[in-house]
């Protein structure tokens, strides 16, 4: 019999709080409106604590996929540039550089798009469907691969043929990627798999650096280390898909292709203006004709910011389905959507700086105990770069989620590809300007200026559009 009590069937003090959380909180989630039955608390808040262990599995395997990521550079290049030295790890990391540009060819717009095309879909989506978008994503990626590896590797042998076997091995790498299919894992939010592979893939790189890099004319064990272990995870992720989602890879038509590669234009016109100002500035400063030395202290720093950025990627993929689910009932940009998307920004922005310091406090204690921090060459300039392009870290949380998620969202990725040019423009000329006399923290400087410069243009649309 229920209790006169409240409306939840509870008379204590615990009842009544229980209550006004079902109300407030888990109902808006569920649709329900009204409470009559304890039996519908119960079942409320039983799929409430369901949903907070899924979400939990997948921030933490998404943070073990992205911080295998990043440890495989933070553990192997400073070991590369110890035992090759300067000008030998310059190679390195201008051949990677250079992978890096076909990565992002292979990337296109498919990690938002397939995200987003398998989130429309609602909550428990028609199998058959996202297998049609993964066979339809797969088969594109590999055509894109295809005509950039050649492209890439043709020049690599006209210009400079000493570095042809680097550069084949670091493209390995973005074909690992290809079929890895991360978005796919994330649109689904069923991450453990994936974790597990990418975490044994990346120590078995890590291992066969530490176990066979002796020498300078070792070098080309670590891109050969590091692809090899990008493909082995490539193909298990193919593996699991297939026996462990049940998704059957259906060959798709020349107009799905045709029709999939044109309509993702913009977004990847955006990934290409995001490499101006991320990815660019090693290659620049090698063009810019700056030593070996200046080249390598800064390949090293951003190394570093990367992999803090990886580490910071989790949050912001746990983040995206749900933001996309926010903007459903949302047609354009608007201060309205600026409050609401803040309230998925500023828990990202705390958390990004509680592990800043926890990160920075741990460094200061240990960078004279540990061989690989005190034996580290020009420590002392790579510390420098690393705090002055700690900034972009926490601007980039900001840009991802208002500009990559909600305006490619909301159909402006247009506007969002003309932002992402400005910036890189902006990176690239400050950096220009500034490497020439200031060397390396030149480039520093202008990788965090454009990531201000974004993220002004992006705010800017939210105001224009609700006037």
Same mark, same amino acid.
């Given at each position: 019999?229920?209790?006169?009590?409240?409306?939840?069937?509870?008379?204590?003090?615990?009842?009544?709080?229980?209550?006004?959380?079902?109300?407030?909180?888990?109902?808006?989630?569920?649709?329900?409106?009204?409470?009559?039955?304890?039996?519908?608390?119960?079942?409320?808040?039983?799929?409430?604590? %369901?949903?907070? /262990?899924?979400?939990?599995?997948?921030?933490?395997? &998404?943070? $073990?996929?992205?911080? !295998?990521? *990043? =440890?495989?550079?933070?553990?192997?290049?400073?070991?590369?540039?110890?035992?090759?030295?300067?000008?030998?790890?310059?190679?390195?990391?201008?051949?990677?550089?250079?992978?890096?540009?076909?990565?992002?060819?292979?990337?296109?717009?498919?990690?938002?798009?397939?995200?987003?095309?398998?989130?429309?879909?609602?909550?428990?989506?028609?199998?058959?469907?996202?297998?049609?978008?993964?066979?339809?994503?797969?088969?594109?990626?590999?055509?894109?691969?295809?005509?950039?590896?050649?492209?890439?590797?043709?020049?690599?042998?006209?210009?400079?043929?000493?570095?042809?076997?680097?550069?084949?091995?670091?493209?390995?790498?973005?074909?690992?990627?290809?079929?890895?299919?991360?978005?796919?894992?994330?649109?689904?939010?069923?991450?453990?798999?994936?974790?597990?592979?990418? %975490?044994?893939? /990346?120590?078995?790189?890590?291992?066969?650096?530490? &176990?066979? $890099?002796?020498?300078? !004319?070792? *070098? =080309?064990?670590?891109?050969?280390?590091?692809?090899?272990?990008?493909?082995?995870?490539?193909?298990?992720?193919?593996?699991?898909?297939?026996?462990?989602?049940?998704?059957?890879?259906?060959?798709?038509?020349?107009?799905?292709?045709?029709?999939?590669?044109?309509?993702?234009?913009?977004?990847?016109?955006?990934?290409?203006?995001?490499?101006?100002?991320?990815?660019?500035?090693?290659?620049?400063?090698?063009?810019?004709?700056?030593?070996?030395?200046?080249?390598?202290?800064?390949?090293?720093?951003?190394?570093?910011?990367?992999?803090?950025?990886?580490?910071?990627?989790?949050?912001?993929?746990?983040?995206?389905?749900?933001?996309?689910?926010?903007?459903?009932?949302?047609?354009?940009?608007?201060?309205?959507?600026?409050?609401?998307?803040?309230?998925?920004?500023?828990?990202?922005?705390?958390?990004?700086?509680?592990?800043?310091?926890?990160? &920075?406090?741990?460094?200061?204690?240990?960078?004279?105990?540990?061989?690989?921090?005190?034996?580290?060459?020009?420590?002392?300039?790579?510390?420098?770069?690393?705090?002055?392009?700690?900034?972009?870290?926490?601007?980039?949380?900001?840009?991802?989620?208002?500009?990559?998620?909600?305006?490619?969202?909301?159909?402006?990725?247009?506007?969002?590809?003309?932002?992402?040019?400005?910036?890189?423009?902006?990176?690239?000329?400050?950096?220009?300007?500034?490497?020439?006399?200031?060397?390396?923290?030149?480039?520093?400087?202008?990788?965090?200026?454009?990531?201000?410069?974004?993220?002004?243009?992006?705010?800017?649309?939210?105001?224009?559009?609700?006037?």
């Amino acid at each position: 019999m229920r209790s006169s009590g409240n409306a939840c069937g509870f008379d204590t003090a615990f009842g009544r709080i229980a209550c006004f959380y079902v109300r407030s909180i888990f109902l808006p989630v569920s649709g329900i409106r009204h409470v009559d039955d304890v039996s519908i608390v119960s079942v409320t808040i039983e799929a409430s604590g %369901v949903r907070q /262990r899924r979400d939990a599995l997948n921030l933490m395997a &998404l943070a $073990l996929i992205q911080g !295998s990521n *990043a =440890l495989v550079p933070l553990l192997i290049f400073p070991i590369a540039l110890l035992r090759v030295g300067a000008e030998g790890f310059a190679q390195i990391v201008f051949a990677e550089a250079v992978s890096v540009m076909a990565l992002i060819v292979c990337i296109y717009s498919y990690e938002i798009q397939g995200v987003i095309k398998v989130a429309r879909f609602g909550e428990e989506p028609n199998a058959e469907r996202i297998a049609g978008v993964y066979s339809e994503i797969l088969f594109s990626r590999l055509i894109l691969f295809g005509v950039c590896a050649v492209a890439l590797l043709t020049v690599c042998l006209v210009v400079n043929p000493e570095m042809l076997l680097m550069l084949a091995s670091f493209m390995l790498v973005p074909l690992g990627y290809v079929l890895q299919s991360t978005w796919l894992y994330q649109a689904t939010e069923k991450n453990a798999p994936l974790s597990i592979v990418c %975490v044994l893939t /990346r120590a078995a790189s890590v291992l066969i650096v530490y &176990l066979f $890099l002796r020498e300078q !004319s070792d *070098a =080309l064990i670590v891109p050969l280390a590091i692809g090899s272990g990008a493909v082995a995870c490539g193909i298990l992720s193919m593996l699991y898909i297939r026996f462990g989602m049940g998704l059957k890879i259906c060959k798709p038509t020349r107009s799905e292709l045709a029709n999939s590669i044109r309509g993702g234009r913009a977004i990847f016109a955006g990934n290409i203006f995001v490499a101006m100002y991320r990815d660019s500035y090693v290659l620049l400063l090698g063009a810019l004709g700056m030593s070996g030395v200046v080249v390598s202290t800064y390949a090293m720093a951003e190394k570093l910011v990367k992999c803090i950025q990886a580490m910071v990627r989790p949050i912001n993929q746990l983040f995206f389905p749900k933001t996309l689910r926010t903007l459903v009932d949302v047609r354009q940009p608007n201060v309205l959507v600026l409050t609401r998307v803040w309230g998925l920004v500023w828990p990202q922005m705390l958390i990004v700086f509680s592990g800043a310091l926890a990160g &920075l406090f741990i460094y200061w204690v240990y960078r004279d105990h540990v061989s690989i921090l005190s034996d580290m060459p020009n420590r002392a300039q790579i510390e420098t770069l690393v705090v002055t392009m700690l900034a972009a870290v926490f601007i980039g949380v900001a840009n991802f989620m208002y500009g990559a998620v909600t305006l490619n969202a909301l159909h402006e990725e247009y506007y969002f590809s003309r932002s992402l040019l400005i910036a890189g423009v902006a990176g690239i000329t400050a950096c220009v300007s500034l490497a020439p006399s200031l060397g390396s923290l030149g480039a520093a400087i202008a990788f965090v200026l454009s990531e201000c410069v974004l993220l002004a243009q992006v705010l800017l649309r939210f105001g224009w559009s609700s006037r």
